[in-house]
Nanobody
Framework: EVQLQASGGGLVQAGGSLRLSCAASRFDDYTIGWFRQAPGKAREGISCISMRYGTTFYVDSVKGRFIISKDNAKSTVYLEMNSLKPEDTAVYYC?????????????????WGRGTLVTVSS
């Protein structure tokens, strides 16, 4: 089992930036990703990174605005979020990703921890 903890959320104005961090008990060769869930909406996978190869993936809704990165020595994954929009408002979770693709609602996760709230005001 893997314990993960997301942090770094907060309140930001539209167009602003935030950086989320994901600390894990261990990463091994997992693919680590972020998903978000807005009130009343389905969970949506948005980005992931291979801890072994460093390859990254983004769904279209965040591509070009969000950047995922990792620090293996610190067992930490980051999500740099730029040009934030009110529709990015959600609780953000980091997780180990079992399956991902262009449809973020179809992603599959094995482990995730407590999320962090991101609120983007208009």
């Amino acid at each position: 089992e893997v314990q993960l903890q997301a942090s770094g959320g907060g309140l930001v104005q539209a167009g602003g930036s935030l950086r989320l961090s994901c600390a894990a008990s261990r990463f091994d060769d997992y693919t680590i990703g972020w998903f978000r869930q807005a009130p009343g909406k389905a969970r949506e996978g948005i980005s992931c990174i291979s801890m072994r190869y460093g390859t990254t993936f983004y769904v279209d809704s965040v591509k070009g605005r969000f950047i995922i990165s990792k620090d293996n020595a610190k067992s930490t994954v980051y999500l740099e979020m730029n040009s934030l929009k009110p529709e990015d408002t959600a609780v953000y979770y980091c997780a180990t990703v079992r399956a991902y693709g262009s449809n973020g609602h179809e992603w599959e996760f094995d482990y995730w921890g407590r999320g962090t709230l991101v609120t983007v005001s208009s």
